[in-house]
């Protein structure tokens, strides 16, 4: 396979850097995205890529993400979207500043990253929690996961190819509740 340029998301730790070193050990470029800058440079570093520091709740920091990467490296082949937290707490007490947060991180910000002009249509990776395949009281991600999962099928039929999915199990992460930026998976009160 020749050199591919891939964006990471979510990268300076537990699956997105797993991916991001896959990739780099491939020999392919990668740009790491995440909140989290010390990680995120330090691991860059050694893989050779590029950091860019990203908050992907926000619009223009999904933007500036690829506009990084397409001026170090002239295209994008591949998009890994990776970021994402979960808050677990029952439906009725899920706290409206939360659900907008999860939705502008996990489905919003994928589809801003794939719709910035003059990014190339090549492979997408979505990472999926088991959540988002159950219905749950408790578990919330539920939404913005099949969210992305209805969007890459519209992707699909418009593109002519099949966006794939992994779905791995939460202990694939490092510590799934805590991490240098906060909680990856918060409990309500």
Known sequence: MSEKIAIVTGAASGIGLAVARALAGSGHKVVLADV???AGTREAQKLGGLFVAADLSERADCKALVDAALDSFGRVDILVNNAGIQHVSPVEEFPEDKWDFMIALMLTAPFSIENVPKVVRGDY???SLMVDLT???VDNGILSG???SGMLRALEQAWGRDPETM????RFTPNPHSSPNGPLVERGE
């Open 36 to 38: 989290n800058r010390e």
């Open 125 to 127: 990776l979505n990472v």
């Open 135 to 137: 219905l749950s009281a």
């Open 146 to 148: 099949t969210g992305v």
């Open 167 to 170: 779905i791995p199990d939460v």
